[in-house]
């Protein structure tokens, strides 16, 4: 356990090289198979996560996948609770939870 919280810290903080160290920490650690990565973006919101996978590693050091900020607050400033929208893709539900939040249990 104490591998996996250095590790952790080190990913949070490396300038680079984060997401190799991240990634033999998880191969490592079954507890980071399956962890609850809080959102910059989204007050109270959650992924849950396999640390293993890259896909995880920028919301994991940043809270979300800083290229994609500025189309979130696009998002953020168009839905609204009630709102009808589509999230055709097929990656990890970052968007979907995204949309969630901004809709509501209306939309």
């Given at each position: 356990?104490?591998?996996?919280?250095i590790a952790l810290f080190l990913?949070?903080?490396?300038?680079?090289?984060?997401?190799?160290?991240?990634?033999?920490?998880a191969t490592r650690d079954p507890a980071l198979w399956d962890i609850a990565l809080p959102l910059r973006l989204i007050p109270g919101?959650?992924?849950?996560?396999?640390?293993?996978?890259?896909v995880y590693t920028p919301i994991y050091r940043n809270g979300c996948y800083l290229h994609?900020?500025?189309?979130?607050?696009?998002?953020?400033q168009l839905?609204?609770?009630?709102?009808?929208?589509?999230?055709?893709?097929a990656n990890i539900g970052y968007t979907?939870?995204?949309f969630s939040h901004l809709v509501g249990a209306t939309g």
């Open positions: 356990k104490r591998f996996g919280r990913a949070r903080h490396l300038p680079r090289g984060y997401w190799r160290v991240l990634r033999y920490a919101a959650k992924i849950r996560a396999d640390l293993r996978e890259s994609q900020v500025g189309e979130d607050l696009i998002c953020m839905l609204r609770p009630g709102d009808v929208v589509f999230d055709v893709g979907a939870i995204l």
